[in-house]
Structures are given as C-alpha cells and as structure tokens.
C-alpha cells in the first residue's frame, strides 16, 4: 500500500506562485512514477505534469508548460509541483499520484496510475 498526502495548497493573487507538496509512505517511492492532475468544479480531472522514478524523464500539460515545475526528491518520499504566474484558470482540487515499479515511462492518464492522494485546494482570485 501506498499513502500520498498533498499540501501547500491555498489562495493565491493571479501572477503569484505557490508550492505543492506530496509525501508518500512506504518504500516503493523511488520505484515509480509520479504526476500531478487537478480538477476544477464540473469538470474532468485533467493531467497536468509527470515524472519518472529517477527524475530523468519529464513531461507537462501544454497549458502549464513554462509555468509549472515538477520535481522529486526520493530521499524524503516527496515529489513537489513548483506553480508560477498562476491564472484563475488555474483553480482547482490538486491530486498527486503514484505508478508503482515504473521505471522509464511518463504516464499521463489517469487510469495509468495505481494510487491516489486527498488532494489540495488552489484558489487563484483575478
């Protein structure tokens, strides 16, 4: 089993950044692959960024690319999502996610993934 728990969600002025967190248990972090994908009200969770076990291999949603960092750390079992010159369209429930004994392969479906965190609220006000 593998528990993710997001944070540093929040509210945040357009143009401004923030900082999501998402630490995993278990000793199968540095086995997998990660992403980030958000849902806004009344919509589809949609992918947003992913990365490989060693962090060799990333790839973003075009509507985040050169705004948004993904990046890990599998030392502390965290995989971070760095977020700049956020949009209101930005607004969302932020969910990390986990593919285990992934190695080499950016995975952005959803159903690609086999475990889930609570997510995290991002606000951004216009």
């Known amino acids: 089993q593998v528990q993710l728990v997001e944070s540093g969600g929040g509210l945040v002025q357009a143009g401004g950044s923030l900082r999501l967190s998402c630490l995993a248990s278990g000793r199968t972090f540095s086995n997998s692959a990660m992403g980030w994908f958000r849902q806004a009200p009344g919509k589809e969770r949609e992918f947003v960024a992913t990365?490989?076990?060693?962090?060799?291999?990333?790839y973003y949603a075009d509507s985040v690319k050169g705004r948004f960092t993904i990046s890990r750390d599998n030392a502390k079992n965290t995989v971070y999502l760095q977020m700049n010159s956020l949009k209101p369209e930005d607004t969302a429930v932020y969910y990390c996610a986990a593919r285990i004994n992934s190695y080499y392969s950016v995975y952005r479906k959803s159903y690609e993934y086999d475990y889930w965190g609570q997510g995290t609220q991002v606000t951004v006000s216009s």
């Open positions: 990365i490989t076990s060693s962090g060799g291999s990333i």
